[in-house]
């Protein structure tokens, strides 16, 4: 009985085996960076006390997936920290993504006056302090003017170093940003091991 081609050739066997495995396991990353989980590093202080350079952030991306698998748009809940593709990126420059925290929604007014943030919506027309669930993790006193109503389908957010201008936000120049442009929110802090936490 004659022996397979692949049984009397043993050594390709072996290189046709090693690259569907790289296939595979290049298939798998995506599917996975797609549509379950995203891992990006922090860099800048605009999320200073809460997080610093070097921070290695997962990013949960199956609410964003079930969104998107039941038609409709992922929105984060106010005071989450999000991850998302900054709208005014262009190519070879830097920051394609940051983390930001979630400040308002579509329709609201949110202002800035006398250091403080302030959001106000059809269901507190007196105005409220969006940080009050945050466990006082945003910096304060926050630096700026705004006086603003977020446009629909955006999302109005704030780095949580607000004095100076530690943070390039939606108070600063970067604008509200675009539901289809959030990756998601973040889950886990990763590293450095000793500061490992949920959000």
Request: charged fraction near 15%; include cysteine; hydrophobic fraction near 40%.
């Given at each position: 009985?004659?022996?397979?081609?692949?049984?009397?050739?043993?050594?390709?066997k072996?290189?046709?085996?090693?690259?569907?495995?790289?296939?595979?396991?290049?298939?798998?990353?995506?599917?996975?960076?797609?549509?379950?989980?995203?891992?990006?590093?922090?860099?800048?202080?605009?999320?200073?006390?809460?997080?610093?350079?070097?921070?290695?952030?997962?990013?949960?991306r199956?609410?964003?997936?079930a969104?998107?698998?039941?038609?409709?748009?992922?929105?984060?809940?106010?005071?989450?920290?999000?991850?998302?593709?900054?709208?005014?990126?262009?190519?070879?420059?830097?920051?394609?993504?940051?983390?930001?925290?979630?400040?308002?929604?579509?329709?609201?007014?949110?202002?800035?006056?006398d250091?403080?943030?302030?959001?106000?919506?059809?269901?507190n027309?007196?105005?409220?302090?969006?940080?009050?669930?945050?466990?006082?993790?945003?910096?304060?006193?926050?630096?700026?003017?705004?006086?603003?109503?977020?446009?629909?389908?955006?999302?109005?957010?704030?780095?949580?170093?607000r004095?100076?201008?530690?943070?390039?936000?939606?108070?600063?120049?970067?604008?509200?940003?675009?539901?289809?442009?959030?990756?998601?929110?973040?889950?886990?802090?990763?590293w450095?091991?000793?500061?490992?936490?949920?959000?």
């Open positions: 009985m004659n022996a397979s081609f692949m049984q009397r050739h043993q050594g390709l072996d290189v046709i085996g090693l690259i569907v495995f790289v296939i595979c396991v290049a298939i798998g990353t995506i599917f996975i960076n797609t549509f379950i989980f995203r891992t990006f590093s922090v860099v800048g202080p605009s999320m200073e006390k809460t997080m610093y350079t070097g921070d290695r952030l997962i990013v949960n199956l609410p964003v997936t969104a998107q698998l039941g038609n409709k748009t992922y929105v984060p809940g106010r005071g989450q920290v999000i991850v998302f593709k900054n709208p005014n990126f262009t190519i070879g420059s830097a920051d394609e993504y940051i983390v930001k925290r979630v400040i308002g929604f579509p329709g609201e007014r949110i202002t800035v006056k250091g403080k943030i302030t959001v106000y919506n059809s269901a027309q007196q105005g409220f302090n969006p940080d009050d669930n945050n466990h006082g993790e945003p910096g304060s006193p926050t630096s700026g003017d705004v006086d603003t109503t977020v446009p629909e389908g955006t999302l109005f957010v704030a780095g949580d170093h004095e100076g201008n530690f943070s390039l936000d939606s108070r600063s120049g970067l604008g509200t940003i675009p539901f289809y442009d959030v990756i998601g929110p973040v889950g886990v802090r990763i450095p091991l000793e500061k490992i936490r949920t959000f």
